[in-house]
T-cell receptor, first 113, second 116 residues
């Protein structure tokens, strides 16, 4: 079956760096997305990886290793507003070719002063 | 561009009652999804539409849940009768590219359903 694992919670200090790991065991991998979700709000798109390597977007970077079934999201220069849940989502190819997304349970990041 | 619109924002019902949620996706987005998100969990796909056709409803509890997307634009999700375990946030999402690929999902703000 499909399995996506990420830590439940991480705590870090304002200004620090936090790395959120995501491991997946899926068939038909077609890309990996990271979303940010503040409490009571909708998930918003952060980053996308389909090839191995690092994608950088300002304070946020995401890395992918397809052979290891592993990704991480790196948050640098943490700010209080970064306190949120971070969702790892895998895009999967399906036999009908429409594809589907599967989400991890999310990692709650708590930023402390 | 206008985002994905959902209503209502909150709904409280008693078990065995019925409820309906409405979603209007971003203009031009052919793919529409309904997700259920239980507190502390990631979104779980209930149903995926491509235009007005269903391409995946394998996790939709069809004895009580139904959804439609008439004319390939707006969509409604209905629960009848509701159970306590249906308490969750129901998220509607849309994407531009047909099916799941390298196009991110755009989510609405969701409907928080509480079944008492």
């Amino acid at each position: 079956g499909q399995n996506i694992d990420q830590p439940t919670e991480m705590t870090a200090t304002e200004g620090a760096i936090v790395q959120i790991n995501c491991t997946y065991q899926t068939s038909g991998f077609n890309g990996l997305f990271w979303y940010q979700q503040h409490a009571g709000e909708a998930p918003t798109f952060l980053s996308y990886n389909v090839l191995d390597g690092l994608e950088e977007k300002g304070r946020f970077s995401s890395f992918l290793s397809r052979s290891k079934g592993y990704s991480y999201l790196l948050l640098k220069e943490l700010q209080m507003k970064d306190s949120a849940s971070y969702l790892c989502a895998v895009s999967l190819l399906t036999t009908d070719s429409w594809g589907k997304f599967q989400f991890g349970a999310g990692t709650q990041v708590v930023v402390t002063p | 561009e206008a985002g994905v619109a959902q209503s209502p924002r909150y709904k409280i019902i008693e078990k065995r009652q019925s409820v309906a949620f409405w979603c209007n996706p971003i203009s031009g987005h052919a793919t529409l999804y309904w997700y259920q998100q239980i507190l502390g969990q990631g979104p779980k796909l209930l149903i995926q539409f491509q235009n007005n056709g269903v391409v995946d409803d394998s996790q939709l509890p069809k004895d009580r849940f139904s959804a439609e997307r008439l004319k390939g634009v707006d969509s409604t999700l209905k629960i009848q009768p509701a159970k306590l375990e249906d308490s969750a946030v129901y998220l509607c999402a849309s994407s531009f590219v047909q099916g799941a690929g390298n196009s991110p999902l755009h989510f609405g703000n969701g409907t928080r359903l509480t079944v008492t």
